[in-house]
């Protein structure tokens, strides 16, 4: 007749008993890294959170390349280049929205520069002149010839 099925049965799809995981045990061995997170952001964070060198004075200094990044956008935006402030600006706005604390504080007329920005909008949209006619008698009624 035929074979005889039983829970020994060792083939394609049926490892030995003893080689199997252990009910309750972890699914990876020790000593086996779980896989690197592969995002593009799990990326760029890896490469910005690295080491490189720069010279300071006559030493060398290791610092994140995220650091030398931020430094050299301060030092453009300190000397005049609104593209790397409109960056920094960014940056601050985007790191106040995930609830860090903001990494750049820009004031100006002692403001936070987009608190001194919304009024300035909030100023332009008022001046603009409205849709409707203006009374041409202005606000105390007409004027009496003398």
């Known amino acids: 007749m035929?074979?005889?099925?039983?829970?020994?049965?060792?083939?394609y799809g049926k490892p030995p008993k003893h080689t199997?995981?252990?009910?309750?045990?972890?699914?990876r061995k020790p000593g086996v890294?779980?896989?690197a997170d592969r995002s593009f952001a799990a990326l760029i964070d890896?490469?910005?959170d690295s080491l490189t060198s720069i010279n300071v004075g006559e030493s060398r200094k290791r610092v994140t390349k995220r650091w030398v990044i931020v430094r050299q956008q301060?030092?453009?935006?300190?000397?005049g280049d609104v593209a790397a402030a409109k960056m920094l600006m960014r940056l601050n706005t985007h790191v106040a929205k995930r609830g860090?604390?903001?990494?750049?504080?820009?004031t100006v007329e002692g403001r936070p520069v987009q608190e001194w920005q919304r009024s300035r909008e909030r100023d332009a949209a008022a001046?603009?002149?409205s849709d409707e006619p203006e009374n041409a008698e202005g606000p105390e009624g007409p004027e009496e010839p003398e």
């Open 74 to 79: 301060m030092k453009a935006a300190v000397q």
């Open 100 to 106: 860090e604390k903001p990494l750049v504080v820009c």
């Open 33 to 35: 890294r779980p896989p």
């Open 2 to 11: 035929g074979k005889k099925k039983t829970d020994d049965e060792v083939g």
């Open 20 to 27: 199997q995981f252990k009910n309750g045990g972890p699914g």
């Open 46 to 48: 890896r490469e910005l």
């Open 127 to 129: 001046r603009q002149p």
